[in-house]
DNA sequence: TCAAAACAATACTTTTTTGTACGGTTTAAA
DNA sequence: TTTAAACCGTACAAAAAAGTATTGTTTTGA
């Protein structure tokens, strides 16, 4: 449960990339000189991006990246899971078994799986609800978008509790 | 963003022992066998459990594990917290900068922290709220009350917005 | 008192992830 | 047409984490 380098890193240069102008792009050497990060180490992040279809390259001398479509059309999910790809594991709860069963220990009442459902369906939410563009909008404008849908969520668990 | 395999792991093993009638104990082989783990393996992590303080042993033949406290004074955060001891790498959005700069580049005006502090402080709130008496209530009751700390939350994070 | 079974602790191996290096291809411009 | 700067891709090295092995200590009970 915590955050990988490449996830922060990447969705940092994402960030870097959605703050542009509209069709403006930015090189790696740039994007590594304002990120404090390798050119060989953004280089191996933004393949991940362009293959996950995030970002568009222009090749040869003046090249660089871009984002494939606009801020507002790309939510954090996308980035991350685009910095997945090349994960050999990719563990949640349950997905994982012991090295010695073919299965999981608890294919039928599991005591974690109903809190780590619950808690992960509501990180998807966020992640999927919140986009490139909420970033840009400075500290307290996403500090209130994050609110918002922790809110929304709030109403929609309510009904499902209710019922 | 996703479970270790020891967070997993300690976390059932912990459960295999809120399972138990107060005062029974538990030994590593029967741990082992119970979530088909190996021997050595659950020793380890019975072990950082244990320099957590969740966990009592006893030594000896017919030695075992079991829990400090009542399970419902064991919030999930604590088992998590206790088996990142060893970690040597311990990261947060912002806890990391690059390696080529000492402090974070955006120590101001970071995009990216908002979504995050919010995010991890709905994580913490869920993980110590919930005990590993919850988790054995079942799935149904986990479920309810999992939601019922969204609720709570939501209602907390809408005071915070509107005033 | 001795043996068996279990915890304690650390060292070690293997696997995964992180981060770097480097040779190849593309393109703008002189 | 040549060169420089940038993307492309893979191979490689280093660090971290996962998982195993081993040796030692404790305790029960024959």
């Known amino acids: 449960m915590n955050v990988s380098p490449l996830e922060e890193y990447g ?3 994402a960030v870097q990339l ?10 790696a050497p740039e994007i590594a000189e304002r990120e404090g990060l390798s050119v060989e180490y953004v280089s191996k992040f933004m393949l991940l991006l362009k ?3 995030l970002v568009k390259t222009i090749r040869g001398i003046k090249g660089g990246f871009l984002l494939a479509k ?6 954090l999910k996308e980035v991350f899971d685009a910095l997945k790809q090349n994960r050999k594991t990719n563990r949640g709860f349950c997905d994982s078994f012991s090295g010695k069963s073919e299965t999981c220990v608890r294919s039928k009442g599991c ?3 109903p809190f780590w459902q619950i808690l992960s369906r509501y990180i998807e939410e966020f992640t999927t609800r919140l986009t490139l ?3 840009l909008q400075g500290e307290e404008v996403t500090s209130l978008k ?3 849908i922790a809110l929304e969520n709030v109403a929609r668990f309510k009904e499902e509790v209710t019922v």
Do not use: K, N
């Open 146 to 148: 994050t609110r918002g």
């Open 11 to 13: 969705l940092r240069c």
């Open 133 to 135: 563009q909420d970033l």
């Open 18 to 27: 959605a703050s542009l102008p509209e069709g403006e792009s930015l090189s």
């Open 70 to 75: 606009h801020p507002a059309e790309i939510p």
């Open 51 to 53: 293959r996950g279809g």
């Open 111 to 113: 005591a974690i799986r």
